[in-house]
């Protein structure tokens, strides 16, 4: 599977963003994905995944109730929308695909990661 991000930007803190990230290669209805940021010199973090077929989703405590994550299958694509964003927001955002029964947390369980797309909140 390749992956594709993008959509980051500047937002001033209380905006939105809408981040995509198509795919290609393999069948994407297949595969379960997840969003994940990093800062430099910190770990990359979970931020939310959902699964194959779109029904379960997950988030970080962090993100809960702000963000959402969405799936479409006929357009090969993953979107998170972001609303009320924060300045602690800032980040390299990463979507990531894994196959597999489960829609999981854990950066090691996805096999496949996009280049990243830049997401700058400004207080």
């Known amino acids: 599977v390749q992956l594709q991000a993008s959509g980051g930007g500047l937002v001033q803190a209380g905006g939105s963003l809408r981040l995509s990230c198509a795919a290609s290669g393999r069948t994407f209805s297949s595969v379960h994905m997840g969003w994940f940021r990093q800062n430099p010199g910190k770990e990359r973090e979970f931020v939310a995944a959902i699964s194959r077929n779109g029904i379960i989703t997950t988030y970080s405590a962090s993100v809960k109730g702000r963000f959402t994550i969405s799936k479409d299958n006929a357009k090969n694509t993953v979107y998170l929308q972001m609303n009320s964003l924060k300045p602690e927001d800032t980040a390299l955002y990463y979507c990531?695909?894994?196959?597999?029964?489960?829609?999981?947390?854990?950066?090691?369980?996805?096999?496949?990661w996009g280049q990243g797309t830049q997401v700058t909140v400004s207080s």
């Open positions: 990531a695909a894994k196959n597999g029964d489960f829609v999981a947390s854990s950066r090691d369980a996805y096999e496949y």
